[in-house]
């Protein structure tokens, strides 16, 4: 039905910068929320920021004032700016959307964000 694919992840160094991006695509999208999550070695999944279709975003504290999400209607697309990058943003980012009327997840495959000296 709807497939995710995210890209922009990499090795940076503290104080650095990455954009992560999300591409939605399949034959027929009404997506409600978009959103990235993360999970570091040891840890469980966790929510980093989403989007509605409107546009009101949801942060972690982790992340707040940090990191901004946007979304893209038109191109089925999520976005994740990530400056100010700390060691302990260290984690595989994942992408993943909600459609109307559904409680299912939509999940990409991932992409590792690495912040190291």
């Known amino acids: 039905q709807v497939q995710l694919v995210e890209s922009g992840g990499g090795l940076v160094q503290p104080g650095g910068s990455l954009r992560l991006s999300c591409a939605a695509s399949?034959?027929?999208?009404?997506?409600?929320?978009m959103g990235w999550y993360r999970q570091a070695p040891g840890k469980e999944r966790e929510l980093v920021a989403d989007?509605?279709?409107?546009?009101?975003?949801n942060y972690a504290d982790s992340v707040k004032g940090r990191f901004t999400i946007s979304r893209d209607n038109a191109k089925n697309t999520a976005y994740l700016q990530m400056p100010s990058l700390k060691p302990e943003d260290t984690a595989l980012y994942y992408c993943?959307?909600?459609?109307?009327?559904?409680?299912?997840?939509?999940w990409g495959q991932g992409t590792q964000v690495t912040v190291s000296s």
């Open positions: 993943n959307a909600v459609m109307y009327g559904s409680r299912r997840y939509y």
């Open positions: 399949g034959s027929i999208l009404n997506i409600n929320v």
């Open positions: 989007i509605t279709s409107g546009g009101s975003t």
